[in-house]
């Protein structure tokens, strides 16, 4: 029973090339949710997904970022023209369901780590 | 606004005691709260979670405790051991409308285990 799947696990670009991380969720979810990590620091909520649907991107910078969940494959999260303060963890995790009394934990994994050169 | 805080950034605890980590929450809504461990380099692992209807619940040497009075969620780690040493982050579930549990995470509390 594979869990949630992200690659690449290490990504490496330059000032204003594009990043992009995938996420594939745990099998039945059909719930993703990207966040953001700096070292020692908590996770910062980015976007929340249904399949084809954003639901909740108020974490999400307006510009050069952005989120999708198809129907089919994995969600995609990208950032365009990448800045030095991009560099950060990014994981995902995903849900089999959300909503008023889901009471589902959500479940990671293990993150893209991406520097920005 | 909302927030989940927690009162320790970094506990460190001898091998074999037990260890308590707190974490404080403003929101009265939130109705389901949930505890991760993340260890370095690896994503948050669900440990234990816990509904508002609840005051205390326990799992395999994990204990979390809910106090809806002055909104304060803690983790109890019995015998802790070297492999419990991470970073422990509540997280508390709020309803918006009628089709979304917002997850908002807490800044995390670094455990070390002395051997």
């Known amino acids: 029973n594979a869990g949630v799947m992200q690659n690449p696990r290490h990504l490496v670009r330059r000032r204003g090339q594009e990043a992009r991380l995938r996420c594939s969720p745990m099998k039945g979810h059909s719930h993703v949710y990207w966040y953001r990590q700096l070292p020692e620091e908590g996770l910062k909520f980015m976007v929340y997904?249904?399949?084809?649907?954003?639901?909740?991107e108020s974490g999400m910078p307006k510009e050069r970022f952005s989120a999708e969940f198809p129907k089919e494959g994995p969600s995609i999260l990208r950032i365009q023209q990448v800045v030095r303060g991009d560099s950060a963890a990014y994981f995902c995790?995903?849900?089999?369901?959300?909503?008023?009394?889901?009471?589902?934990?959500?479940?990671f994994g293990d993150g893209t780590r991406l520097s920005i050169l | 606004g909302e927030s989940v805080g927690l009162h320790l950034p970094t506990l460190s605890v001898q091998e074999g005691d037990n260890s308590i980590i707190n974490c404080a929450y403003s929101n009265s809504a939130s109705d389901y709260f949930i505890w991760y461990k993340q260890e370095s380099g690896k994503g948050p692992q669900f440990i234990i979670d816990i509904r508002s209807n609840m005051d205390k619940r326990q799992g395999q040497r994990v204990t979390v405790l809910l106090n809806k009075t002055v909104k304060h969620l803690s983790l109890q780690i019995a015998a802790t051991q070297p492999g419990d040493s991470a970073v422990y982050f509540c997280?508390?579930?709020?309803?918006?409308?009628?089709?979304?549990?917002?997850?908002?995470f807490g800044p995390g509390t670094s455990l070390s285990v002395i051997p």
């Open positions: 997280a508390e579930t709020t309803r918006l409308g009628t089709s979304y549990d917002k997850v908002i």
């Open positions: 995790a995903s849900s089999p369901r959300s909503g008023a009394h889901s009471n589902q934990p959500q479940h």
């Open positions: 997904l249904q399949k084809e649907n954003i639901i909740d």
